[in-house]
């Protein structure tokens, strides 16, 4: 992997944007359209309903109910932003006209100044950025701006893009480091990488610099929190910041749990809730690749190291604990009570897509796989109405998708994601492109000196194989890189039906053919999938004598529905062997796993609860599906890690 410490950024990848990329297959096609034509209008309706929408009519009064709280706006925008996406690839009247009425709305109740935000127009007009540590005032503004790039990016309109950039420039003069502004930045972690944004929409480096100053400034002495805490213990204002965590929570606040108790080069452990830091170390790696900032580079490789081979699911989840939704340690992870919020995953995506294009290097993009086939998918049901906000890696029957949340930040953060999926699967360099994630459909790129159309045809993640086939005007010679995933301990490829010895081919976890490329011709890749038995580091004691299976990207569990024998009594014997086979008719089809479980026989312990003898087992039948595709049929217990035998 290329240095950080030392040598100024330059990103090794431009991502191929999600509007020159179609996605289809059987496994992402009936998704990306679910998304489409079923939770975007559920997410909208359930903004409808639930006032959300409405409150930006500002007409809310004292007494009424519901009291406006301060991340509706953040709810709202991401479903815009979601929208948008789609929009810009399907064409649809409809759609675009509820997005003008929706947006209309919001620019309907900005300010003179500037200054959008329902809770503190309406509830507490007089409390603007008073309260930055819990409040999400900028949290929610940067919402906003990535719903108005995404919609101007989508349509052309500067409907909310203008309104967006007045209150950035509102923002712009209230923060930094000069006489009469705030040394101030934000307690939920967003507007920082939503400032880029803005920037590359806009060319205004204004936008940009806010971004640093944001990210430089937090966890500097005297730190800001203390000196805002103790202005509103003085005004009588607590029940947002002050003693609020004291009150509420039992304990005074911990400054690791927004990632603000150390300036951020200084950080090497990923502590405190797990989104904010999710969004925090995107905005670093933007920054990191915007201004050439190696120390920005050089802490997001350390904390991604910290994150990865201590503190993360096998599913991909981040973030242990109910209490901070976020981590408490190395090597805690436990799976009844995972937290492994839905946004933590689409957090962990984004982080890595951003260093991914930062430095070429494939483990990037394993884990983007890994958390987006696993941690992200399974917070959204197969018909795309109900939505987890945990995903634990076992329960016990009692966990279950609902329709929305009081805290609603997880359907519309899946939906945007799925909404741009494509930009993920693509990068370009001068002289390469690079195939990131193997999905049926086709993209169009400039490289060479001219348009390169690529097409997929794979069936993965059922199935390994992968043929791309490039046409182009005239002959083109670039460099094409093909990712061997992570997981992959054997794959084998072909050009044109010829074998190539992947031996000296392989660069940061790419397979790297360079030639004159003919139109038409075809590449074939086969990654070899068989059931693997994982096991966790000794350390995770939740996961000690246990194994869980995993066939490609997918990480496997079993439910109750499909087994004879009580779910918490099976056991794996280690030399069970493991069948995978698709089946079309169960969970909308999926490569399902089969073995001959254990279970101990219990028929002869009736009279006594301890005895020398240990027990005897007799098989049972175990069907293992894919963990993301749980909780979609009967309701029942489920497990991700399970006990093994000898």
């Not at 399907?90 to 009425?101: G, K, Q």
């Not at 500037?114 to 603007?128: K, Q």
């Not at 890749?525 to 066939?551: C, F, I, S, W």
């Not at 995978?580 to 008719?585: M, T």
């Amino acid at each position: 992997m290329p240095t950080s410490s030392d040598q100024p950024v330059s990103p090794f990848y431009r991502p191929v944007p999600f509007t020159q990329v179609q996605l289809s297959g059987e496994f992402w096609g009936p998704r990306l359209r679910v998304n489409r034509e079923v939770t975007l209008s559920t997410e909208y309706q359930q903004l409808k309903q639930t006032g959300r929408i409405d409150a930006f009519k500002l007409l809310w009064q004292p007494g009424q109910q519901p009291v406006p709280h301060f991340f509706w706006d953040s709810d709202v925008a991401k479903w815009i932003e979601a929208a948008s996406y789609s929009l810009a690839q399907y064409p649809d009247p409809a759609l675009d006209a509820l997005l003008d009425e929706v947006i209309a709305l919001i620019a309907s109740a900005q300010q003179p100044d500037g200054y959008i935000n329902i809770y503190f127009t309406v509830v507490e007009p007089g409390n603007r950025f008073s309260d930055l540590r819990d409040a999400h005032e900028l949290y929610c503004a940067g919402h906003l701006m990535e719903a108005a790039v995404a919609h101007f990016q989508a349509t052309g309109k500067r409907t909310l893009l203008d309104p967006i950039c007045r209150y950035a420039d509102l923002i712009e003069r209230t923060f930094g480091r000069g006489g009469g502004q705030k040394r101030g930045y934000c307690g939920h972690e967003e507007i920082e990488l939503a400032l880029v944004k803005l920037y590359h929409a806009t060319g205004e480096k204004r936008y940009l610099d806010l971004s640093r100053y944001f990210v430089d400034e937090r966890g500097q002495a005297p730190h800001y929190f203390d000196q805002e805490t103790q202005r509103l213990k003085a005004q009588d204002k607590s029940h947002h910041s002050g003693d609020y965590f004291e009150q509420t929570m039992g304990h005074q606040f911990d400054y690791r749990y927004n990632q603000s108790h150390l300036p951020v080069r200084e950080q090497t452990v990923v502590g405190g809730h797990a989104v904010r830091a999710m969004y925090l170390f995107s905005a670093m790696a933007d920054l990191a690749g915007e201004t050439g900032d190696p120390t920005l580079l050089k802490a997001c490789e350390v904390l991604w190291e910290n994150l990865c081979t201590r503190r993360m699911y096998l599913t991909g989840g981040i973030g242990d604990s109910r209490t901070n939704e976020g981590f408490t340690g190395d090597y805690v992870l436990p799976n009844e009570t995972a937290y492994a919020e839905t946004c933590a995953a689409v957090g962990l995506v984004f982080w890595n897509h951003r260093m991914l294009q930062l430095t070429g290097d494939g483990r990037y993009a394993d884990i983007i796989e890994r958390a987006l086939y696993n941690g992200v998918i399974s917070g959204i049901s197969l018909d795309g109405k109900r939505f987890f906000y945990e995903n634990p890696l076992a329960s016990l029957g009692a966990h279950h998708r609902q329709d929305w949340f009081d805290c609603a930040c997880c359907p519309p953060n899946v939906a945007r994601l799925l909404a741009s999926l494509g930009q993920y699967v693509y990068s370009t360099s001068d002289t390469d492109l690079a195939v990131h994630l193997y999905i049926e459909g086709q993209a169009t790129v400039n490289l060479a000196g001219q348009p390169v159309h690529l097409s997929q045809r794979t069936r993965y993640p059922w199935d390994g194989t992968v043929v791309i086939r490039l046409d182009m005007d005239a002959p083109a010679g670039f460099g094409l890189r093909l990712r061997l995933p992570g997981w992959c301990r054997s794959a084998s490829l072909a050009v044109n039906g010829q074998a190539v010895n992947l031996a000296g081919r392989v660069e940061q976890g790419y397979v790297r053919l360079e030639q004159t490329w003919q139109p038409g011709d075809e590449v074939q890749l086969t990654l070899v999938m068989p059931v693997e038995r994982v096991y966790a580091h000794p350390n995770v004691q939740p996961d000690a004598g246990k194994v869980a299976l995993q066939r490609g990207p997918l990480v496997y569990c079993i439910e109750q529905t499909d087994l004879a024998a009580p779910l918490e009594r099976i056991v794996l014997p280690r030399s069970a062997a493991l069948k995978a086979s698709f089946e079309p008719d169960l969970l909308g089809g999926v490569v399902a796993v089969t073995a001959e479980g254990a279970e101990p026989m219990v028929e002869d312990w009736e009279s006594t609860l301890y005895r020398p003898d240990p027990p005897q087992f007799r098989p049972t039948r175990l069907v293992a599906v894919p963990y993301f595709a749980w909780d979609n049929r009967e309701p029942g217990p489920m497990r991700v890690w399970l006990p093994e035998i000898k």
